[in-house]
Nanobody, 127 residues
């Protein structure tokens, strides 16, 4: 069974930073692409970033490019999302998800390829 546990959310002022963590197993980290998604109140869930298990390549939504960085730690079996220069519009519940399907730039930021999801962590950007 695939387990994904997010942590690191909280309240931060605009311009601040947070680092989200997605803890999982080594097997999941090696066999699945991990993505980060977010869902703001009244909005659909949207893709933020993903990191490939095949070659470690990553991809970002335009709205976060240059501000967010995804990475993985093979010792701690954790995928991180470093979020800098946060804006109020980044406020959302953030989820990590795992996919055993082929993930490319075409589908990697859509919900379709992801078959396991974490419980989410709240990020609030407000002064």
């Amino acid at each position: 069974q695939v387990q994904l546990v997010e942590s690191g959310g909280g309240l931060v002022q605009p311009g601040g930073s947070l680092r989200l963590s997605c803890a999982t197993s080594r097997h999941t980290l090696d066999s699945r692409t991990i993505g980060w998604f977010r869902q703001a109140p009244g909005k659909e869930r949207e893709g933020v970033s993903y990191i490939s298990n095949k070659d470690g390549s990553s991809y970002y939504a335009d709205s976060v490019k240059g501000r967010f960085t995804i990475s993985r730690d093979n010792v701690k079996n954790t995928v991180y999302l470093q979020m800098n220069s946060l804006k109020p519009e980044d406020t959302a519940v953030y989820y990590c998800a795992a996919s055993h399907w082929i993930v490319t730039r075409t589908n990697g930021l859509t919900l379709d390829p992801y078959d396991y999801w974490g419980q989410g962590t709240q990020v609030t950007v407000s002064s």
